[in-house]
């Protein structure tokens, strides 16, 4: 079954540290693999996408990793700001039938940054 | 302009009352896709339209009935909703349907009373 758990649920943490959530995923065939932060009650926006044979990316303050052997990833946060609070998804793409890939999302991760 | 952009942002409608859901982008996007997101749930796949066909529906109820008029619009008209239908409606597009980088809009909050 196609499935992406992330741990932890929820993280508080103060401004000014960082922080990592993780990601693992068992999805078959896979495609690529995307972090999503989501302000409560807005839409998904899409922080770093990563294909199988890329191990690293960043944007800015994120940098996400990717070990597609042992099928796990990591959304490294540094720095924390108070924006940064929001629910982080990982996404898994899927090949999917008909040239469609599904999207399986993960449950998130909701973190709180307090000042 | 790289947004999808959902109207109306806040819905409540009664469990008699029609009402239609839109979403629009101008980003040449060749398919688009309805979602439906409860709290503290991640999204749930409702529709995909490519190149304005309906090609996937994960058998939602026929009171939710999709809508693509072109290939810059997506509606999602709704009748006779329950109270569970209340939730987040994501609207998102791809540049082709085996694109994977799919683009979120802000989404319709919904309540059905």
């Known amino acids: 079954k196609n499935q992406v758990e992330q741990s932890p649920q929820s993280l508080i943490i103060l401004e000014g540290k960082n922080c990592t959530l993780q990601?693992?995923?068992?999805?078959?065939?896979?495609?690529?693999l995307r972090w999503y932060k989501q302000d409560t009650g807005r839409g998904p926006v899409s922080l770093t996408i990563?294909?199988?044979?890329?191990n690293t990316k960043s944007n800015g303050r994120y940098t996400a990793t990717l070990d597609a052997d042992t099928k796990q990833s990591s959304l490294h946060i540094t720095a924390s700001q108070l924006s940064d609070s929001a629910s982080y998804i990982c996404?898994?793409?899927?090949?999917?039938?008909?040239?469609?890939?599904?999207?399986?999302f993960g449950a998130g991760t909701r973190l709180a940054v307090h000042p | 302009d790289t947004e999808v952009t959902q109207t109306p942002k806040h819905l409540v409608m009664g469990m008699t009352n029609k009402k239609s859901l839109k979403c629009e982008q101008h980003?040449?996007?060749?398919?688009m896709y309805w979602y439906k997101q409860k709290a503290k749930k991640p999204p749930e796949l409702m529709f995909v339209?490519?190149?304005?066909?309906?090609?996937i529906n994960e058998s939602v109820p026929s009171r939710f009935s999709p809508e693509c008029p072109n290939s810059s619009l997506l509606n999602l008209h709704l009748h006779a909703l329950q109270p569970e239908d209340s939730a987040l409606y994501l609207c998102?597009?791809?540049?082709?349907?085996?694109?994977?980088?799919?683009?979120f809009g802000q989404g319709t909050r919904l309540t059905v009373v």
């Open positions: 996404v898994v793409s899927c090949e999917f039938s008909g040239g469609y890939n599904k999207l399986i």
């Open positions: 998102a597009s791809s540049p082709k349907p085996g694109e994977t980088e799919a683009f």
């Open positions: 339209y490519s190149y304005e066909k309906l090609s």
């Open positions: 990563m294909t199988f044979s890329e």
């Open positions: 980003m040449g996007h060749r398919a």
């Open positions: 990601c693992n995923y068992t999805v078959s065939p896979f495609s690529n």
